[in-house]
Nanobody
């Protein structure tokens, strides 16, 4: 069975940084487009950052552009989201997802859909 396991979330002060990890089993991530999404309880899912099968194919939501960076380590079958300059609006539960179908990372993030989802890791920005 496919599993995506997120880690790295936690409590951070405004302006601080976190690095989220998404470790996969049952699939090889370099064959998939991978996305990081966030969804607060009861609110709409947001595509934060997505990367296509090609490492150069990346997309960032306007709200995180210039602050977040998505990357992958194929040897570890893991995708990362480096989050810098965190603000209160970044507080959320962050989920990673994988899908072979989106032609680009942007499409994956905009359509906010994927085949496989992790359970999420919470990020809380608080002073």
């Amino acid at each position: 069975q496919v599993q995506l396991v997120e880690s790295g979330g936690g409590l951070v002060q405004p302006g601080g940084s976190l690095r989220l990890s998404c470790a996969a089993s049952g699939i090889t991530l370099d064959n998939y487009a991978i996305g990081w999404f966030r969804q607060a309880p009861g609110l709409e899912r947001e595509g934060v950052s997505c990367i296509g099968v090609s490492d150069g194919d990346t997309y960032y939501a306007d709200s995180v552009k210039g602050r977040f960076t998505i990357s992958r380590d194929n040897a570890k079958n893991t995708v990362y989201l480096q989050m810098n300059s965190l603000n209160f609006g970044d507080s959320n539960v962050y989920y990673c997802a994988a899908d072979k179908h989106p032609p680009t990372g942007q499409v994956m993030c905009v359509f906010r859909a994927a085949e496989y989802w992790g359970q999420g890791t919470p990020v809380t920005v608080s002073s």
